[in-house]
């Protein structure tokens, strides 16, 4: 089975670090960011099953990075982090298309569990996805030796 490849995005190293390290021993594939515009730079070259977002970056709001994610790359599931929780903070995000707002210090086992429903749910959509598609091309090729 081919690991999940997941981006961090925060400007806070130490927070980067010790995400990446969770993930990592999960098994996930894991990349950092430390800006928007690094994220974006690392997003046109890289898909990612799922993105870890601060609210508050050094070059922009986590909830422009996420429309931006979202215009760019749809089917990347992207869950905001903040330590600065505030039901505007959560109502836009959710407006912005995340998938999920996790509050820092983020639990272990709560990130952990949040990720894992995601990915599953986004493994299900392929799979709904895949099968459509083989539906659509054997119908296809029915209709052409008609």
């Known amino acids: 089975m081919e690991k999940k490849k997941i981006l961090v995005v925060d400007d806070d190293k130490s927070l980067l670090k010790s995400l990446s390290e969770i993930l990592h021993r999960e098994g996930y594939d894991v990349d950092t960011a430390e800006t928007g515009q690094d994220a974006m730079a690392k997003s046109k ?8 977002i601060d609210i508050r970056l050094p070059d922009m709001e986590g909830t ?3 429309q931006l994610k979202d215009d760019h790359i749809p089917r990347t599931i992207k869950i905001m982090i903040t330590g600065y929780p505030s ?3 959560a ?3 959710l407006n912005s298309r995340a998938d999920a707002y996790l ?3 983020v639990n272990t086992q709560e990130l952990l569990k949040v990720v894992e429903e995601k990915l599953i749910e986004q493994s299900e959509s392929d799979k709904v996805t895949e099968e459509k598609v083989a539906q659509w091309i054997e119908t296809r090729a029915r209709k052409l030796e008609i």
């Not at 070259?45 to 870890?52: E, I, K, P, S, V």
């Open 87 to 89: 039901t505007e903070n």
């Open 103 to 105: 509050v820092k210090p």
């Open 64 to 66: 422009e990075l996420l």
């Open 91 to 93: 109502v836009k995000s």
């Open 45 to 52: 070259t890289q898909f990612y099953n799922l993105a870890l």
